[in-house]
Structures are given as structure tokens and as C-alpha cells.
């Protein structure tokens, strides 16, 4: 997966694709093309990415050969957004004045045809009216539907069919044969002297308002992208010689030193040399909690400063920004296809032509055996059958509902790096969790001082005998002693005694910090404090003997705390099903305190790197579904080798990069959001898939007239019409539904 993300990559803006069967052509022709090492296309906005170190006008020359249009994006996301903004107004304006021309001709003929019933042609009078109409449904055909039919000439002369193939067939049968009738209605039964020309306007005119309400609703599907660049700034303040100058934002180079006020967007990413302030993270981690930065903190462009100054120095500018990276992340996600969208795939690329020959049968099959006037219901049925056919629904079944779910995701800090790991999500039984840094904080704290001196008196003076020690224990009891602004004395003769603690002598005191093996080293007798120690233990903790002057004074404690939400984050997992069991490289009495304080259902202790790889394989061996979520250097192999991997935010970058799903915050409820959205959004396919299989299983054999015997009527071409353009609307406004999801919380139901 890795060595995948480092290939290039190359964007395309794609025209005259239409439905499932385009995508499925382009993305074999290219194939074909050297060094391509994937393309997919995305239908709901028209793109196309390449992987791999191709030749961009070989691609294109591919794309072109295949019957379709290509051109690579250069232009920066922010342009590229804004482009397809205005592409997509003034394409959506576009298909509404073609589908209002189309409709003004065809309602006032089908209600003509409905008042009088008389649409027949059996006089040189009606042969010139009718001769008249069908000039002017000719010129609706071309100036509203033109589109229709050189995509369809395109897709012939390239030996293939789809959308367009469809709508051409039709709505060109219906005139030809009217104007069949116009011209020789005496070559023709009485009964079949009838034209269509309503037909061919009206289904024009439907499909183009179909399509112009698909391009309104696709257009929220990438809202998620849109209020991720909405957060970068265009400008930036800088200060160079003294003076504060604003710049535009691609000027900013590593190094600058920046200053952002109260209010103000953080333009890059940086490391706080003067401030301190309250910082807005939420857009990008979903944390609603503002973070305080001071000298030494990390900021990251797309926050919000609250309300003190900061001076930082810029390390990350431009893609290589914790924003910009969300936003590739996020739009590489959205391209991506799941594997659930293979059916959809392997269906439409037989359909179009399937349809094509069933319509043909059916209309010999009215033809040679249908009532009188044969001619007239074999037109109505092949009409009807190409029109209802057009696999427009199935193509955007899946991909609109990544669009929506990958964008929900990281409004709420998940990001999920592709469509398989959406889609395996949902799908997991079994979670297992490292404990340090996932469950825990992953920085020890002195939790416990237990003393018959008095307490500050007695971290002062074990502060300034770890003080020169580099061990995280003693790091933790330092900190305790800054948090409480203890004055600290001088160090002399301090020793570090391996395996057992340390010595040394602070302002004329001897001290001793450690375990029982240091008493027993030193002959210090343990007086009444082991039942003590042993409670601490217990409980998850690090409890050690602190001795002065010969003896033992007090015990202290140390711990690598338990996360707030750490616990109702473990119980929320439980209640959607999974099964939680941690992994640890931490001994088995500090693993157990924890999993009996967190209720976590099984605990693996003083495993190595590899041994953490191996229960998972054996986990998945046994047939379950294993998610794995860490965030250290050595929880990676566990990470790849789980069927989806979670990386904490707040972990390594190797984590990150080896993990499918990445939390911006360092909380397991992420890991829930994620799972919860992924089987909504799969709930959401199989909704959408369910429905456009179903159209299509049904609508054919009613367009073929299946109910003719029963009921003695045939389905409209203009009713089928209307219902093939409004099938995409339906799958696309479904899909829009996912933008209304919420993660449940403890104690609330299944949504």
C-alpha cells in the first residue's frame, strides 16, 4: 500500500462520460497504456486519476481513441474547485434551458394527444402540420439533445455502447417513424398512422431536468473537500526585517517566522516561538475542547487562534501541510472504488449491449406477433425498453455514497485512506488495541505520594535526584515538582543503580529511590509499607521505595494514565459488537490493572512487534475479522497485517502511513465513528444498488409489455423517460443522506 502512495499521480478532467459503461472502457483502455499501474475514474465528478510514471498524452491519446475527451489538471485544488463550481453553474443552467425548450414542445403535444386522442395522420392538411411539427422536434432534438447523439456516434465509431447509445436509439426511432407516417401514410394500416414526435421532446426534455437535478445534488457530495479548503487562508503575515508584510500564502517558505492574531486562521504548519493561546482544533480533529500552544508546540495551517498572539516558525508549506495532505487523503478516498462496486461493474459492462439486443427481440416479437397496429406497438415497446434500460443509477450507486461517507468521515477526524477499508470496516467483529499511547496517554505521571514527611518537601527532594536522569519515571516525577514550582536543590554523588533505582545526596541528605532489590541491596529494612506497594501494583501502577537518610520514608507512585473517554470508548465498541483485546509490550500486572478499569474482554502482555503480527494472523485464522488500532513505530506490521488498520493522530507518522484509517485525535471513539459510518455508508450502497437493480429488473420487462395481456396497456416512452432520469436523482439524493449521519453515543440505539 505504501509503495503504491509514493507512485506519481496524475489528474484528468474527463468528458462525454456518462454512466458505468464509460468508466469501465476508459479504465481498460488505459491499462493498455505503459507504466499505468491503476486509473480509476470517479463518475460522480467526472475525474479521472492515473498511478504511476506514464506518459500524461499517452493517456490522453488513450482516453480520445476510446471515444471521450481529456484534459490533465494542472490548476492548484482551490482553482480546480472554484473551475468545477462554475463548469457545473453554468452546466446545470445549461440543461434546464435545454430541458425547458424540450418540455414547452412536448407537454402542449402530449396533452394534445391526450384531449383529443387524435395524433393521426390521414390528410395532405395533416401530413403538412404534422410535416411542420416534426421539422420543429427535429431542431429541439438537436439544439437540447445534440449531446445525446455524438456521444452516441462517438461510442458507435469506437465500437462500444452506453448512456447515449440508448437515448439516440430511442428517441431517433420515434421521429423516423413519425415522419415515416408524415410522409407516407398510405404505405401504412389505418391504425398505425399515428406519430411520436411528443415522445422523442418530452424524453429529451426529462432527462436533461434529471440530469440538471443530479448535477445540483452531486454537487453537495463533495461539500467535505469544500469546507476542508474553505479553512485554508489565501495570505499570510510574515515577518521579515522587522516588519510584519502579508504575503500570498504559495510565498510562504520554511523557515518564516509568522504571527497570527486572535480570530485568525493558521496559515502553515509550525512550531510556537513566542505565545501562548487557546487553538480551535476541531476542524481538523473533531475535538470540540480548544488546545493550548505555548513555546515548543506544534500548530497546523486550518486552525483557529482564539485568543492570544503566536509567533511560530513555518516547517510545512504548501501539499506538505497536515491540511493539504487531509485534503489528498480525502479525494484519493472518494476515487477509490469498493470492492462491493465490482457486481455493479461486471453488470454494466454487459447492459448496454444486453439491452440493445433484448429491445431488438422484443420488437420482433411485437412485430411478428403482437396485435394490430404491429408497426405502432413494436415502436412503442422499442422506445420504451432503450429509454427505461439506461444504467445511469447503476453506475452512480456506489461511488456517490463513498463521495458522501469518505467526506463525513473527516468532519467527524477519520480519515480513510480508501473505499476497501470503508467498506471492511463495517464488517469487523474483533478490535485489538495497544495499550500505551492508545489507551493510555503514553506519558507516565506521578499519580501517588504516600509519605510521613511532609509530601512537597519529599518531591522536591526526589525531583532533584532524578533531575539528571533521562528515565521516563523520573521524567514524570520532575514534572510533578515544575507543575507545583518546587524549588530544587543540588544534586551530589548521584549514581544510576541498574535494575534497581538510583542514589545520590541532595542538600546533605542521603536519598535512595527504587524498587524492593535496592532495599535489600542497601540492608534498608521495608517497614509496614509492602501492602502498600503491592495495592499500587495492583492497580496498574509503578510504586517506589523512596529512602532518606537510611530510611524509608514514603513510597511514591508513577503510572501511564488511562485516557478520559477511554473507557466509554471500549464499552461503545462492545455495544456495536466487537470484541476488544489489548496488546501490550507492558508486563502482564500493568496490562491486567488496565483491562479491569477499561472492562476490555482479553489482554496480551510482553508481546514483541512481531508477536503482536502473529495474534492478529492467528485471529484472522480462526475466522475473524481483525481491526488493529496503535500508534507507535512498532505497532505498524500489526497495522498492515490487520484487515483494517486505525492509526492514532497523535502517533508516528509510520503508523499513519502504514495504517487504512487515520484518527486526527488520539481517542478510541474514533475507531467507532469509523466503524459506524462505514456500515452506514455500506447500508447506503446496497440501498442504492437495491434500487437501481430492481429499476432496471423491472422496468425492462414492463417497457417490453409483460402487463399488455392483463391490463392492455403499454408503458409510455415519455413515462419511461421520466423514470430513467429520476432514478439518478433518487440514488444521488439517497446518497446526500449520509450527510445527515451522526455517530451514536453510549446508551443511544441503533440508527
Known amino acids: 500500500m505504501a509503495e503504491k502512495n509514493k507512485l506519481p499521480k496524475h489528474r484528468f478532467r474527463l468528458e462525454g462520460v456518462s454512466c458505468a459503461g464509460c468508466v469501465r472502457k476508459i479504465e481498460g483502455a488505459l491499462q493498455a497504456v505503459r507504466g499505468v499501474q491503476e486509473a480509476r475514474i470517479n463518475l460522480a465528478d467526472r475525474t479521472l486519476v492515473v498511478t504511476g510514471d506514464v506518459d500524461v498524452r499517452a493517456c490522453i491519446a488513450a482516453v480520445k481513441e476510446a471515444g471521450y475527451g481529456a484534459e490533465e489538471i494542472r490548476a492548484s485544488e482551490r482553482e480546480l474547485r472554484e473551475q468545477q463550481r462554475q463548469e457545473e453553474r453554468k452546466h446545470y443552467h445549461q440543461l434546464l434551458w435545454r430541458s425547458g425548450i424540450a418540455l414547452v414542445l412536448g407537454i402542449p403535444l402530449m396533452a394534445w394527444g391526450l384531449i383529443t386522442g387524435d395524433m393521426s395522420v390521414d390528410s395532405p392538411s395533416e401530413q403538412l402540420a404534422w410535416g411542420a411539427m416534426g421539422l420543429l422536434t427535429l431542431a429541439v432534438m438537436v439544439f437540447c439533445g445534440g449531446h445525446f447523439y455524438t456521444g452516441g456516434w462517438k461510442a458507435f465509431r469506437h465500437?462500444?455502447?452506453?448512456?447515449?447509445?440508448?437515448?439516440?436509439?430511442?428517441?431517433?426511432?420515434?421521429?423516423?417513424?413519425?415522419?415515416?407516417?408524415?410522409?407516407?401514410?398510405?404505405?401504412?394500416?389505418?391504425?398505425?398512422?399515428?406519430?411520436?414526435?411528443?415522445?422523442?421532446?418530452?424524453?429529451?426534455?426529462?432527462?436533461?431536468?434529471?440530469?440538471?437535478?443530479?448535477?445540483?445534488?452531486?454537487?453537495?457530495?463533495?461539500?467535505?473537500?469544500?469546507?476542508?479548503?474553505?479553512?485554508?487562508?489565501?495570505?499570510?503575515?510574515?515577518?521579515?526585517?522587522?516588519?510584519?508584510?502579508?504575503?500570498?500564502?504559495?510565498?510562504?517558505?520554511?523557515?518564516?517566522?509568522?504571527?497570527?492574531?486572535?480570530?485568525?486562521?493558521?496559515?502553515?504548519?509550525?512550531?510556537?516561538?513566542?505565545?501562548?493561546?487557546?487553538?480551535?482544533?476541531?476542524?481538523?480533529?473533531?475535538?470540540?475542547?480548544?488546545?493550548?500552544?505555548?513555546?515548543?508546540?506544534?500548530?497546523?495551517?486550518?486552525?483557529?487562534?482564539?485568543?492570544?498572539?503566536?509567533?511560530?516558525?513555518?516547517?510545512?508549506?504548501?501539499?506538505?501541510?497536515?491540511?493539504?495532505?487531509?485534503?489528498?487523503?480525502?479525494?484519493?478516498?472518494?476515487?477509490?472504488?469498493?470492492?462491493?462496486?465490482?457486481?455493479?461493474?461486471?453488470?454494466?459492462?454487459?447492459?448496454?449491449?444486453?439491452?440493445?439486443?433484448?429491445?431488438?427481440?422484443?420488437?420482433?416479437?411485437?412485430?411478428?406477433?403482437?396485435?394490430?397496429?404491429?408497426?405502432?406497438?413494436?415502436?412503442?415497446?422499442?422506445?420504451?425498453?432503450?429509454?427505461?434500460?439506461?444504467?445511469?443509477?447503476?453506475?452512480?450507486?456506489?461511488?456517490?455514497?463513498?463521495?458522501?461517507?469518505?467526506?463525513?468521515?473527516?468532519?467527524?477526524?477519520?480519515?480513510?485512506?480508501?473505499?476497501?477499508?470503508?467498506?471492511?470496516?463495517?464488517?469487523?467483529?474483533?478490535?485489538?488495541?495497544?495499550?500505551?499511547?492508545?489507551?493510555?496517554?503514553?506519558?507516565?505521571?506521578?499519580?501517588?505520594?504516600?509519605?510521613?514527611?511532609?509530601?512537597?518537601?519529599?518531591?522536591?527532594?526526589?525531583?532533584?535526584?532524578?533531575?539528571?536522569?533521562?528515565?521516563?519515571?523520573?521524567?514524570?516525577?520532575?514534572?510533578?515538582?515544575?507543575?507545583?514550582?518546587?524549588?530544587?536543590?543540588?544534586?551530589?554523588?548521584?549514581?544510576?543503580?541498574?535494575?534497581?533505582?538510583?542514589?545520590?545526596?541532595?542538600?546533605?541528605?542521603?536519598?535512595?529511590?527504587?524498587?524492593?532489590?535496592?532495599?535489600?541491596?542497601?540492608?534498608?529494612?521495608?517497614?509496614?509499607?509492602?501492602?502498600?506497594?503491592?495495592?499500587?501494583?495492583?492497580?496498574?501502577?509503578?510504586?517506589?521505595?523512596?529512602?532518606?537518610?537510611?530510611?524509608?520514608?514514603?513510597?511514591?507512585?508513577?503510572?501511564?494514565?488511562?485516557?478520559?473517554?477511554?473507557k466509554a470508548a471500549v464499552a461503545r465498541l462492545q455495544k456495536d459488537g466487537l470484541k476488544v483485546q489489548m496488546l501490550t509490550g507492558d508486563n502482564r500486572a500493568t496490562a491486567e490493572a488496565v483491562a479491569r478499569q477499561l472492562n476490555i474482554d482479553e489482554v496480551h502482555a510482553d508481546l514483541q512487534p512481531e508477536d503482536k503480527e502473529n495474534l492478529i494472523a492467528e485471529l484472522q485464522n480462526n475466522g475473524r475479522k481483525v481491526g488493529m488500532a496503535g500508534d507507535g513505530i512498532n505497532d505498524a506490521p500489526a497495522l498492515a497485517r490487520a484487515d483494517v488498520g486505525f492509526a492514532i493522530g497523535g502517533g508516528t507518522d509510520v503508523a499513519i502511513e502504514t495504517a487504512d484509517v487515520t484518527l486526527m485525535r488520539s481517542s478510541l471513539h474514533g475507531v467507532a465513528d469509523a466503524i459506524e459510518l462505514s456500515r452506514a455508508t455500506l447500508r447506503n450502497i446496497k440501498q442504492n444498488l437495491f434500487g437501481a437493480f430492481i429499476y432496471n429488473t423491472l422496468g425492462i420487462p414492463i417497457a417490453a409489455g409483460v402487463l399488455y395481456p392483463f391490463t392492455g396497456a403499454l408503458l409510455s416512452p415519455v413515462i419511461a423517460g421520466a423514470a430513467m432520469a429520476f432514478s439518478s436523482v433518487t440514488v444521488v439524493s439517497n446518497a446526500n443522506r449520509l450527510r445527515f449521519f451522526q455517530p451514536k453515543k453510549i446508551g443511544e440505539g441503533q440508527s
Open 159 to 566: 465500437h462500444s455502447a452506453n448512456m447515449d447509445t440508448l437515448i439516440a436509439l430511442g428517441t431517433a426511432s420515434a421521429w423516423l417513424y413519425s415522419m415515416l407516417v408524415v410522409i407516407g401514410p398510405q404505405w401504412l394500416p389505418d391504425a398505425a398512422r399515428h406519430v411520436y414526435f411528443e415522445a422523442s421532446a418530452m424524453i429529451i426534455g426529462l432527462i436533461n431536468l434529471g440530469q440538471a437535478l443530479e448535477v445540483r445534488a452531486r454537487g453537495k457530495t463533495s461539500a467535505a473537500v469544500e469546507k476542508l479548503l474553505e479553512l485554508q487562508d489565501t495570505s499570510a503575515r510574515v515577518l521579515r526585517d522587522g516588519q510584519e508584510v502579508d504575503i500570498p500564502l504559495e510565498e510562504v517558505q520554511p523557515g518564516d517566522h509568522m504571527r497570527v492574531r486572535p480570530g485568525e486562521k493558521v496559515p502553515v504548519d509550525g512550531v510556537v516561538k513566542v505565545g501562548s493561546s487557546l487553538v480551535d482544533e476541531s476542524m481538523l480533529t473533531g475535538e470540540p475542547i480548544p488546545v493550548e500552544k505555548a513555546e515548543g508546540d506544534r500548530v497546523s495551517a486550518g486552525t483557529l487562534n482564539k485568543n492570544g498572539t503566536l509567533i511560530f516558525i513555518a516547517d510545512k508549506v504548501g501539499a506538505e501541510t497536515r491540511l493539504s495532505q487531509i485534503i489528498e487523503m480525502v479525494r484519493s478516498a472518494q476515487n477509490s472504488r469498493v470492492p462491493i462496486a465490482r457486481l455493479a461493474d461486471q453488470i454494466s459492462a454487459i447492459f448496454v449491449p444486453a439491452v440493445m439486443i433484448i429491445a431488438v427481440i422484443t420488437a420482433l416479437v411485437w412485430y411478428n406477433f403482437g396485435p394490430d397496429p404491429k408497426a405502432a406497438h413494436m415502436l412503442v415497446v422499442l422506445t420504451s425498453v432503450l429509454i427505461i434500460a439506461c444504467p445511469c443509477a447503476l453506475g452512480l450507486a456506489t461511488p456517490m455514497s463513498v463521495m458522501v461517507g469518505v467526506g463525513k468521515g473527516a468532519e467527524y477526524g477519520v480519515l480513510i485512506r480508501n473505499g476497501k477499508a470503508l467498506q471492511q470496516a463495517c464488517g469487523l467483529d474483533t478490535l485489538v488495541v495497544d495499550k500505551t499511547g492508545t489507551l493510555t496517554e503514553g506519558a507516565p505521571k506521578l499519580t501517588d505520594i504516600e509519605t510521613d514527611l511532609e509530601e512537597d518537601g519529599l518531591l522536591a527532594l526526589l525531583a532533584a535526584l532524578e533531575a539528571g536522569s533521562e528515565h521516563p519515571l523520573a521524567e514524570a516525577i520532575v514534572n510533578a515538582a515544575k507543575e507545583k514550582q518546587l524549588q530544587l536543590g543540588e544534586v551530589s554523588d548521584f549514581e544510576a543503580i541498574t535494575a534497581h533505582g538510583v542514589r545520590g545526596n541532595v542538600d546533605g541528605r542521603a536519598l535512595l529511590l527504587g524498587n524492593r532489590k535496592l532495599l535489600q541491596k542497601e540492608n534498608v529494612p521495608e517497614g509496614d509499607w509492602p501492602d502498600r506497594v503491592q495495592a499500587l501494583a495492583e492497580q496498574g501502577r509503578t510504586a517506589m521505595y523512596a529512602v532518606v537518610d537510611g530510611e524509608v520514608a514514603g513510597i511514591i507512585a508513577v503510572a501511564d494514565p488511562i485516557r478520559e473517554d477511554a
